[in-house]
Nanobody
Framework: VQLQASGGGLVQAGGSLRLSCAASGFAIDYYAIGWFRQAPGKEREWVSCISSSDGSTYYADSVKGRFTISRDNAKNTGYLQMNHLKPEDTAAYYC?????????????????????WGQGTQVTVSS
């Protein structure tokens, strides 16, 4: 199980970025996909997830209305579209997968256990 996050970069406040999470070694169809972030000196923070069975999506309050999570099972890739970026969104962003054996992977993925992680992609938002 491997996940490869990409798409980070430097952007001005108000700008947009689209992160991708390419999976290999498994089919994401039956996995919930989540995005997390960690800023320097801060704990890792859950950002968003998309459930496997019904595609339901969930967002942290800090990104709700600005970020959109999606998945393309045919491409075995998850995405995080980030709009109206703010300096406080600056962090390393990580994608993760929750297996079908996790009780909440299919629905209510914000409660799921994510046990497969990709490397981070840095997002820096300048003011």
């Amino acid at each position: 199980v491997q996940l490869q996050a990409s798409g980070g970069g430097l952007v001005q406040a108000g700008g947009s970025l689209r992160l991708s999470c390419a999976a290999s070694g498994f089919a994401i169809d039956y996995y919930a996909i989540g995005w997390f972030r960690q800023a320097p000196g801060k704990e890792r923070e859950w950002v968003s997830c998309i459930s496997s069975s019904d595609g339901s999506t969930y967002y942290a309050d800090s990104v709700k209305g600005r970020f959109t999570i999606s998945r393309d099972n045919a491409k075995n890739t998850g995405y995080l579209q980030m709009n109206h970026l703010k300096p406080e969104d600056t962090a390393a962003y990580y994608c993760a997968a929750s297996p079908p054996t996790s009780y909440y992977s299919g629905r209510y993925c914000f409660r799921a256990e994510f046990d497969s992680w990709g490397q981070g992609t840095q997002v820096t938002v300048s003011s």
